[in-house]
């Protein structure tokens, strides 16, 4: 049961991909019908377009469906919020105001000066 949905899933997953594989093979194993009856340039035998131009509008349109398919996609994904912040609320009631006696400590800080050798500049030469 599980490889049959990996099977699946896999199918799934690639199709697209062949998608445009397709189109080449078709374009491959129908080129004589193309070059005669669909190409642009049929009148123009000398450009040697033998349907390319066929193959690359096919190919154009072809990607252009798959992403307004995939961006379709991507606006229809309902978004889920994963976290939420509480509404702010405020109270405004007096509040008791609770006083402590001050600490007192007493501490030195330690002053420090710089020697003053090395602020003194190099002798000239």
């Given at each position: 049961?599980?490889?049959?949905?990996?099977?699946?899933?896999?199918?799934?997953?690639?199709?697209?991909?062949?998608?445009?594989?397709?189109?080449?093979?078709?374009?491959?194993?129908?080129?004589?019908?193309?070059?005669?009856?669909?190409?642009?340039?049929?009148?123009?035998?000398?450009?040697?377009?033998?349907?390319?131009?066929?193959?690359?509008?096919?190919?154009?349109?072809?990607?252009?469906?798959?992403?307004q398919q995939t961006s379709d996609r991507v606006e229809s994904i309902p978004m889920l919020q994963l976290?939420?912040?509480?509404?702010?609320?405020?109270?405004?009631?007096?509040?008791?105001?609770?006083?402590?006696?001050?600490?007192?400590?007493?501490?030195?800080?330690?002053?420090?000066?710089?020697?003053?050798?090395?602020?003194?500049?190099?002798?000239?030469?």
């Open positions: 049961m599980r490889t049959a949905i990996l099977y699946i899933w896999l199918f799934t997953t690639i199709l697209p991909t062949f998608s445009q594989w397709g189109t080449i093979a078709y374009y491959k194993v129908n080129k004589e019908y193309i070059t005669r009856v669909l190409c642009q340039n049929r009148d123009k035998p000398q450009l040697h377009c033998d349907g390319k131009c066929y193959l690359a509008k096919k190919l154009k349109e072809q990607q252009q469906k798959q992403d976290f939420a912040s509480p509404i702010a609320s405020f109270d405004f009631s007096l509040a008791r105001i609770v006083t402590r006696d001050q600490l007192a400590f007493s501490y030195h800080l330690a002053t420090y000066q710089a020697p003053l050798s090395i602020l003194v500049p190099p002798p000239c030469v």
